[in-house]
């Protein structure tokens, strides 16, 4: 089992946008609260928004293992739909303990659901009473959750839930077929989904005047017949121009114990990005960095996607991109206290879950 990393980060976890957002004339919301969410932390936050719920929960999830630490997540779940909460999930079909899992909330009163065949499922998120988002690369795991580096961000704000609730339903009802939704765009925070990745990536690294950050599970740099009409391929070449151009780029990939594809994968993304003197570290063997997440002067990017063809081309994957301050400050933190530590000697990475 993988090695825990503890963040020493000393950045307020915590921050409130003063500018009111408005639902509708004459009715101002609450200012939205942003926080990180790393590592350890996930557990504590998601139990108190379940135990916290009074209307509705929505989750979309790659994984919903049955093990001990989940099992702490299910029965919070369970004790919600007794005392009338309306629950309801989305897990993917493909993931071979999914169906048993599936079986088991189902007979909790739980209306949770596989999805198709023909799409995978890549997200991982949770919506709490139409109003808090819990977004980013935990999976429902004991492993991501007890032993990973994983990145997620907290958001409390109407519109993002009901944006994303929106997006759940779109799935729910058909979740091979592309979600018609156009960006949401609040103060400090943007959303991302599907298909839009590509884009949203690129814009941050073309735009990058002083700073990338790039600190992912799975990036794969592609070669041969298909090379030239890679996405991933385009945003890695970026990377490797925005150094040229005079940009500060560090990237830090997993280095598996286990995964030979992906380290297979990393190594030779790593050894391209070094050829165009980008600066690549790996993260401990021992330790799982499953997190993904982009800075990029002053906005950081957190969600669900690696990158590699199917989160661009085909996966259902979910993230935010933030510019508040505190937030892109913690997570250039949280960055750096890999980049400098154990796992700055580097040397090989992996794919992408």
Known sequence: MKTIIIFAVSVCLWTVWITPCVLSEGQDLPAPVVKPVVNREYLPVILEMIDNAGESIEFIQLEFHYDPTVKKIQNALKAAVKRGVKVRGILEDDIYFNP??????????????????????????????????????????????????????????????????????????????????EVLELPGIRTVINRQHYDALSGLITGAKKRLRVLMYGMKYYTGRNAEDSKTNRLIEGLVAARRRGVDVKVILDRSDYNKILNKINTATREYLEEGSVKVRFDPKDTTTHAKVVIADDQVMIGSANWGYLAMEVRNESSLIVSIPEVVAFFENYFMELWDGEGGSGSVMSNTQ
């Open 100 to 181: 048993k899992s599936n079986g088991f909330l189902k007979s909790f009163g739980i209306e949770s659901t596989l999805d198709t065949d023909d799409k995978a499922t890549h997200n991982k998120m949770f919506i709490v009473d139409g109003d808090e988002v819990l977004i980013g690369s935990t999976n429902l795991s004991g492993n991501s959750i007890d032993n990973n580096n994983e990145s997620n961000l907290y958001v409390k704000d109407q519109r993002l839930g009901a944006y994303f609730q929106e997006y759940f339903e779109k799935l729910l009802k058909d979740s091979n077929a592309e979600p018609e939704m």
